[in-house]
């Protein structure tokens, strides 16, 4: 059997010359050593050398390119090495694969070598892991200078953590909704599209306030009108208008009427009312994005049942906007997907558990499964994961979430984790058992 074949590459010319070394596997890392002097040693080997390689303590770190694929029923790359003892150091997520350099602790003694270190790189298919947490937790790749978006529905919430991460990402944020500092929308709140501006800017971009009632034609053909002045294009489209009263638990007939049909108006016309005005800029450029928010996946919504009549249609609308964009858009080189963060501690959900983004935790004392909850920025960070994405086209049409993108684009939220939530909700909290988020963040 031959040992993992060295490759000695000149630094110069783009020469290389290969050596087949049949004495072991030893012999072939002590020979790539001798040839390398100070320099680094890599081994690009299968399984077999791999983990022969692995096992034999020859390396110092394991490089591995996790990819979502399996060949029949896979192998376990391990299978036959003892427990490793391994240090993730770093990791970079792609649509398509992770790619995880990974210490191998304690390292192994010196050999008879100066190479500085031997490292072994790997393809595992079918195989898992947790990437690692990138730099300020936002997805590796995610630079969107030079790119315009429009975050309808910005003033607070999710819309207000989107429009934040797009501009930390460098995009130049149009934020838009009703309450400005010189007037209050219905929902009678504080926050204002001023404030979300300023904290885009604060996060490197650079962000724009237009209040807009998006139920007004006139005033989204403008608002439409004049990013195509001042830009000239038009990139990410995030639909996260809202805005409307929610009745809880009420059947369809104690309902109020004028209450649920005003909710259908807020939470489905002016999603249609914008895309309608804003999606000719949009597709003017290939590999626009829109993102339709909603609440609940497609999954889930399908077999729960969601606060009330006119909620839960007004949701499943969302989700099928998503799909339906994603037909229209698909020929014009554009995507559309619905996503849907998981417990969000918006303002107004901080307010209610009487605690702030900073004390969020003691709400858990009376509310224990609080402690899946997520801010705003996670979900901001899946949309400027997204938008960063040049094979985003792959998701069109889908119903995703927070949690599921972050497993795939490796971001984390503020403090460092992963809430997945809309897993948490299906195998913990629906089914009654005490609150657990133990593997869920």
Known sequence: MCSPTI?????????????????????????????????????AAARGPSTSTFAAGLIDELRLHIMPFTCGTGTRLFNSVPSPDLEQ???????????????????PPPT???????????????????????HGGQAPGSDLAGRVALVAGGTRGAGRGIAVQLGAAGATVYVTGRTSRSERSEMDRPETIEETAALVDAAGGRGIAVQADHLVPDRVRALVARIASEQGALHILVNDIWGAEIEWGKPVWESSLDTGLHTLRLAVDTHAITSHFALPLLIETPGGLVVEMTD????????NYRVSFFYDLAKAAVNRMAFALGHELAPHRATAVALTPGWLRSEAMLQAHGVTEATWRDAVAHSPHFAISESPAYVGRAVAALAGDPEVASWNGRSLSSGQLAQVYGFTD????????????????????????????
């Open 7 to 43: 490759r000695a590459t000149r630094s110069h010319g783009r020469r290389h010359a290969f050596h087949f070394v049949t004495e072991g596997i030893e012999a072939a890392p002590r020979q790539a050593r001798e040839a390398a002097g100070d320099r680094d040693v890599s081994i």
């Open 89 to 107: 150091v770093a990791a970079h997520a792609a649509v398509s694969v992770t790619h995880g350099p990974t210490a191998c602790r304690p390292a």
């Open 112 to 134: 008879a070598c100066t190479a500085r270190r031997i490292a072994l790189y790997s393809v595992g298919m079918g195989a898992t892991a947790e990437p690692g947490t990138p």
């Open 296 to 303: 609940g996946t497609d999954e889930y919504n399908a077999s």
């Open 414 to 441: 503020v403090d460092g984790s992963r809430p997945d939530a809309w897993r948490y909700l299906t195998e913990v909290q629906d089914p009654g058992l005490p609150a657990d988020v133990t593997g869920y963040r």
